[in-house]
Structures are given as C-alpha cells and as structure tokens.
C-alpha cells in the first residue's frame, strides 16, 4: 500500500515501529517521518496496547538527573521485548501491503557511555 501525502516523501510504502517520548510509534522508514497511526489498519486493541508501550519509554532514564536509572539497561531490555512482540502482531495485522521493521530503542547503551 503507498501512502502518499503524509510525510516529507512524494509516497511511500516502508515504514518503521519504534517508540519515542510522545509521538506516534509507527514512522517513514524513508524520511523518518512520525505518521499517524490510524492510517495503519491496526485493531483498536492493538493500538492501545501500542500507546501504553509508548508510554513506557525511557521509563529507565531519571528525567531530573538526565541519567540513566540503575537497572536502566534491563528496563530497556524489556521494553525492547515487548516491542518486538507487539510488532509481530502489528506485521500480522499489516499484512505484505505494508512493509514495516522494527526499530529497538537504544538510548540506554548511549547513556551507559558516560
Ligand atoms: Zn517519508
């Protein structure tokens, strides 16, 4: 399915679910743009399940100290998971019309630097 219209892209038909603070979980995987994600044919249930993962990210860096938590890297680990699992369900329900990849979150290890 090419979507058109909805990003920085004359079309396009590759996208990305990755999790961000407060935006959409679905993007171009082209120009990397965040798409809304009831242009996607996703059930209702999968979509809230989408939302509380969102919410959830970055659920292990302390906000205040701008640093990452101490078991930081295990909640990410777990987020990660979920992640891959709900993108599963999201490729299922997508179907060949809407090639998607999944992106895991990485803000952890680039805190885990420092
Ligand atoms: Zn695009």
């Keep these: 399915m090419i979507l058109k219209d909805v990003c920085k892209c004359k079309f396009t038909n590759s996208f990305k679910l990755e999790a961000d603070f407060s935006a ?3 993007w171009c995987n082209v120009c990397g743009w965040n798409l809304d ?6 059930s209702d249930n999968l979509q809230k ?3 509380e993962w969102v919410s ?3 659920n292990w860096i302390d906000l205040e100290t701008d640093s990452l938590k101490e078991n930081g890297l295990k909640i990410e680990g777990n987020h990660n998971e979920k992640g891959f699992q709900l993108f599963q369900e999201v490729e299922k329900q997508l179907g060949e019309k809407y090639p998607i990849v999944f992106v895991p979150s990485k803000s952890a290890q680039l805190y885990n630097i420092f």
């Design 37 to 42: 994600i009831e242009d996607f044919p996703l």
């Design 24 to 26: 959409d979980p679905i």
């Design 56 to 58: 959830e990210y970055g």
């Design 49 to 51: 399940e989408l939302w």
